[in-house]
């Protein structure tokens, strides 16, 4: 017979096949303060509707490239906290982005060449430069 309280919650390995993840990968953010599930009688993890909602989460932010522990502190309630995370954030990616900007510039310069070598093409020799900070002996 399954009380209530079973039917509104689920065990690690439901949980963590509902989003293809390791039982482990749950363990884990339970021992680094990310997850809390409630425990039945026998001491078996259990997991609720809002435990999903925060695997979402978790998942959420590490696509888009955050580390466990400034999840942690975006889930923690701590509203500065967050704001500072979230602000150090969104400099390293403006940094990335304008870092891969920059690489796209770069690989679209080098794909319309017609030069042989590429080091003989003034215009990316230019693009080079504007990565490394010189032009390296080249002609302009």
Same mark, same amino acid.
């Given at each position: 017979m399954r009380s209530t309280e079973r039917d509104e919650t689920m065990g690690i390995g439901a949980l963590a096949g509902r989003f293809g993840l390791a039982a482990h990968v749950l363990r884990?953010?339970?021992s680094v303060?990310? @997850?809390t599930p409630a *425990?039945? &009688? &026998?001491? =078996? *993890?259990r997991y609720g509707a809002a435990d999903v909602v925060r695997v979402g989460v978790i998942l959420r932010g590490k696509e888009a490239g955050l580390s @466990?522990?400034? $999840?942690? /502190? @975006? /889930? +923690?309630g701590d509203? =500065?906290?967050?704001?500072?995370? @979230? =602000?150090?954030?969104a400099e390293a990616l403006r940094a990335r $982005?304008?870092?891969? *900007?920059? +690489?796209l510039s770069l690989v679209e310069c080098a794909l319309g060449c017609t030069h042989e070598e590429l080091s003989d093409c003034p215009h990316f020799r230019r693009q080079v430069a504007g990565l490394t900070g010189s032009l390296h002996g080249g002609a302009t």
């Open positions: 884990h953010w339970e303060g990310l @997850l *425990r039945d &009688a &026998a001491g =078996r *993890r @466990l522990e400034a $999840i942690r /502190t @975006l /889930t +923690s509203h =500065r906290a967050r704001r500072d995370v @979230l =602000r150090r954030e $982005i304008a870092a891969a *900007r920059a +690489s």
